[in-house]
């Protein structure tokens, strides 16, 4: 099938970041694509050449994701800063600031009516947000270890989410209740999101695997095991028909769903890619990566339609329709591995040090007296993972490419195992205040939910009251008028 296939092309990089990053996402003309970094700054690029770039000013640490409004009127941010920004992509660089969660945000994502974003965060709660109001709505709290990765359904009924307790959880919005759970992770669960028509979930962990699951049936129903290492991403075509993962053995892979193997191998970055992202149309996709390169790749291969590409191979007809994603019940999972029949592409890309475009940066904004410590934290830690990556780079590369996963899994965070110098007497203890902790967390958002509920209620007394008055007035005033004639 490969050899009928045009290859995806290596069409544009872009220079601007300064460290890592992070993540990426088209707006919905495909006109912008934004991407975050761990320099702290989003950048908006505009995809006419020559255009120029913008760059937001605002979290005071990493930004761990992105992503576009339905409408591409607003783009939402989340940062290790513990918030979430509304952004305003044009050269005003207006921004509006929710104090998210009490640890480090994950990911953010709009619904799909561009009505709610929800988010996770190391405090291990996902969380909805009304974008109109600007307020929380609700939490739903049954992971018991940091969340990596939050999505609503394209129906937005339904918000998968996964996290580092090695499970991929299922929400129903409206009773806000956990309705199933997949495990089956040899490591955390490190992404997570729905097809396009909402039948199915994908996830991938850092055990090196992908696995695609109909949410329909609760099966688990493609297992790919195709990377040497953890993937950090992924992304589905619009089409539902092939899948893009960015992993920390610094290459991406392309999966056709239809027939369920690797057809590509993508190569470009120098270090873990930790971003992939499809456009809205799927003419493009986008990748960003530990080497602070951005790149944007012309897809090609799905512009030929698969009936007209099964038809040309006569052999492969059976009497029964072809196989899809949507359509496959197996008695149990099956495993595809990687095949010595894929694709290798390797474009040549040139230094991305140097600013290119040229590059507006816009949304500066004065720090309060929190935001400054914050601030202060923030950056003692980021010269601390600085000087530990200088220290890395003077290493031999077969140690380099060892430790790549443990470093970059995810976005760069600390994980719990470098804790491990703590002293045996302070085990328990601190054992004891993390479960505090927890359940203090958990107090809080119930009494945010509850806080929510009130503040409905008094809104519509309010209205009532406002409409009673209203009435009253009116009746008034007609029995003004019936009483008139008759003095």
């Given at each position: 099938m490969a050899s009928v296939m045009e290859d995806p092309t290596l069409e544009r990089h872009f220079k601007g970041h300064k460290d890592v990053v992070s993540c990426a996402d088209f707006s919905p003309n495909n006109k912008q694509l934004a991407t975050g970094s761990c320099d702290k700054n989003l950048m908006i690029w505009n995809l006419t050449p020559?255009?120029?770039?913008?760059?937001?000013?605002?979290?005071?640490?990493?930004?761990?994701?992105?992503?576009?409004?339905?409408?591409?009127?607003?783009?939402?941010?989340?940062?290790?800063?513990?918030?979430?920004?509304?952004?305003?992509?044009?050269?005003?660089?207006?921004?509006?600031?929710?104090?998210?969660?009490?640890?480090?945000?994950?990911?953010?994502?709009?619904?799909?009516?561009?009505?709610?974003?929800?988010?996770?965060?190391?405090?291990?709660?996902?969380?909805?947000?009304?974008?109109?109001?600007?307020k929380f709505l609700y939490s739903l709290n049954r992971h018991t270890n940091w969340v990596r990765c939050a999505r609503f359904s394209p129906d937005g009924?339904?918000?998968?989410?996964?996290?580092?307790?090695?499970?991929?959880?299922?929400?129903d919005t409206s009773s806000r209740q956990c309705i199933n759970i997949f495990t089956d992770y040899g490591g955390s669960a490190t992404f997570v999101d729905f097809n396009s028509s909402g039948t199915c979930i994908a996830s991938s962990g850092a055990d090196n695997t992908i696995k695609i699951w109909d949410i329909r049936t609760n099966k688990l129903i493609q297992h790919y095991r195709v990377h040497s290492a953890g993937v950090n991403c992924f992304s589905f075509h619009p089409s539902g028909n092939y899948l893009i993962s960015g992993s920390s053995d610094t290459t991406m892979k392309i999966l056709d769903l239809l027939e369920g193997r690797l057809i590509y191998t993508l190569h470009g970055h120098k270090g873990p890619v930790?971003?992939?992202?499809?456009?809205?149309?799927?003419?493009?996709?986008?990748?960003?990566?530990?080497?602070?390169?951005?790149?944007?790749?012309?897809?090609?291969?799905?512009?030929?339609?698969?009936?007209?590409?099964?038809?040309?191979?006569?052999?492969?007809?059976?009497?029964?329709?072809?196989?899809?994603?949507?359509?496959?019940?197996?008695?149990?999972?099956?495993?595809?591995?990687?095949?010595?029949?894929?694709?290798?592409?390797?474009?040549?890309?040139?230094?991305?040090?140097?600013?290119?475009?040229?590059?507006?940066?816009?949304?500066?904004?004065?720090?309060?007296?929190?935001?400054?410590?914050?601030?202060?934290?923030?950056?003692?830690?980021?010269?601390?993972?600085i000087s530990g990556l200088g220290r890395s780079r003077t290493r031999p590369r077969e140690e380099e490419d060892e430790d790549q996963e443990g470093r970059f899994a995810g976005v760069m965070t600390t994980s719990r195992e470098e804790c491990s110098g703590i002293p045996s007497s302070l085990t328990s203890t601190l054992e004891n205040i993390v479960q505090q902790l927890d359940i203090l967390t958990q107090t809080v958002a119930v009494l945010e939910e509850r806080l929510t509920l009130t503040e409905d209620k008094l809104r519509t007394c309010l209205d009532n009251q406002v409409l009673l008055l209203q009435q009253t007035q009116q009746v008034d005033g007609s029995d003004e008028e019936a009483e008139g004639p008759s003095v």
């Open positions: 020559k255009a120029r770039a913008f760059r937001f000013v605002g979290h005071t640490d990493i930004i761990t994701g992105v992503h576009f409004s339905s409408s591409g009127s607003l783009v939402a941010s989340s940062s290790r800063d513990q918030t979430v920004r509304l952004w305003t992509p044009s050269i005003k660089g207006e921004s509006t600031v929710f104090k998210a969660h009490t640890a480090s945000v994950r990911s953010v994502q709009f619904s799909s009516d561009g009505q709610r974003l929800v988010t996770a965060s190391d405090d291990k709660s996902v969380k909805v947000w009304g974008v109109e109001r600007k009924r339904l918000v998968a989410s996964c996290g580092d307790d090695r499970t991929v959880r299922l929400w930790l971003a992939v992202a499809f456009s809205r149309d799927g003419d493009l996709f986008a990748s960003g990566g530990a080497d602070s390169q951005v790149l944007m790749w012309k897809t090609n291969f799905d512009s030929l339609n698969y009936k007209d590409l099964l038809s040309r191979h006569s052999k492969r007809v059976t009497p029964d329709p072809p196989p899809h994603l949507m359509d496959i019940y197996p008695r149990s999972s099956h495993r595809h591995s990687a095949q010595n029949g894929t694709v290798e592409i390797n474009p040549i890309v040139a230094d991305t040090q140097s600013g290119d475009p040229q590059v507006v940066e816009v949304g500066r904004v004065l720090f309060s007296t929190a935001d400054v410590r914050s601030h202060d934290s923030a950056m003692s830690s980021r010269d601390q993972r």
